[in-house]
């Protein structure tokens, strides 16, 4: 996945920048990732604007990304789980006839 990194980017949107680098998402969830990292840039630039020291923003916005981080690979997790239920091929079965 490509995320556009700003110049002068705090080392915490850097490492994430780079987390993100060898990961592949569909369409809707690569959206979805793109749109918080663009929250988080702003967040770091607001933060910055009223003198928050980098070394603490970098720390909130690693423990933010890394709390939506588990998030989304448990939601992923979820919708695996319920695609292979019983329940669900049995669904997409009558739905195919």
């Known amino acids: 996945m490509t995320v556009t990194l700003k110049p002068n980017a705090q080392p915490a949107l850097t490492q994430i920048r780079h987390d993100l680098a060898g990961l592949e998402f569909g369409p809707e969830l690569q959206e979805n990732v793109q749109q ?6 702003t967040l770091t630039a607001s933060l910055k604007t009223i003198g928050v020291d980098d070394e603490v923003i ?8 890394n709390k939506y981080k588990v998030a989304v690979l448990d939601n992923i997790g979820r919708l ?11 669904v997409q079965q009558i739905n195919k006839d």
């Open 58 to 65: 970098d720390q909130h916005v690693i423990e933010i990304f």
């Open 36 to 41: 918080h990292y663009r929250h988080l840039e």
């Open 80 to 90: 695996e789980r319920e695609r292979r239920s019983p329940r669900t091929i049995a």
